[in-house]
């Protein structure tokens, strides 16, 4: 699954929230029971698989001696986990605990990001327009050009 474009939405009275067609359709058809793990990452709801989800775990396993910045990262993913099931219309309920840790209340911008999705609050993808990149160093260091 590769998760591309966003939506902008807004949360119901219970915390509900209605994920864009594609993505509803995406996880509805790779995954039989519909149900997707949303936790806390980068300051922001992201939701996964629970086949991701385990391979995150084992990967940070490997990590004998993390760093304070490292251990506070993975109290974070594990103190945020909740498991969603996502109904037909696409809707999701984002528990009490991850809407306020994403500061996320009314209107968010739901948001493809390649292998997960990511929730935001309207304003912070506001903040996140108007920054300037410049990547230009960090994708020559890697060798990638960009074919446009």
């Known amino acids: 699954m590769k998760f591309r ?17 594609e993505f509803r359709d995406m996880i509805r058809a790779a995954l039989p029971d519909a149900v997707i793990v949303l936790t806390i990452y980068d300051k922001h709801v ?23 910045a490292l251990q506070n990262t993975i109290r974070l993913f594990n103190s945020g986990y909740t498991e969603a099931h996502v109904g037909k219309q696409g809707r999701i309920a984002i528990p009490a ?28 993808f506001e903040r996140l327009l108007d920054e300037d990149y410049d990547v230009s160093t960090e994708l020559a260091e890697n060798n990638v050009s960009m074919p446009f």
């Open 5 to 21: 474009g966003h939506a902008h939405r807004s949360l119901d009275d219970k915390g509900r929230l209605i994920l864009p067609p």
């Open 46 to 68: 992201i939701g996964i698989t629970p086949e991701q989800w385990t391979r995150l775990e084992a990967e940070l396993e490997k990590i004998k001696t993390p760093s304070r």
């Open 97 to 124: 605990h991850l809407r306020k840790s994403g500061k996320l209340d009314g209107e968010v911008v739901v948001m493809g990001a390649g292998k997960r999705f990511e929730i935001w609050s309207a304003e912070s």
